[in-house]
């Protein structure tokens, strides 16, 4: 069973898996305030235009993001 990971001073928004600290209300890249504490594997994207993890996974924002929440 693969590791969860609770919160490393992050949590994960339901709707585009963006990162945000523990402190935030709303999603920094979409505006949600759907979150979820418990998530696994972790992205970091620098040049979102140039990456194909990027484009097969519809994410326009560099950032750091979570594969699967819980």
């Known amino acids: 069973m693969p590791a ?4 490393v001073g992050l949590k ?4 585009c898996h963006f990162l945000n600290p ?3 209300q709303t999603c920094g890249n979409c505006g ?3 979150f979820a504490e418990l998530w696994d594997g972790l992205i970091i994207l620098y040049d979102v235009e140039q990456s194909k ?3 097969s996974l519809d994410i326009k924002k560099p950032g750091k ?3 699967k929440l819980y």
């Open 4 to 7: 969860r990971r609770r919160s």
């Open 12 to 15: 994960a928004c339901r709707e």
């Open 22 to 24: 523990v402190g935030a």
């Open 32 to 34: 949600s305030q759907k």
């Open 53 to 55: 993890i990027a484009q």
């Open 65 to 67: 993001y979570a594969l």
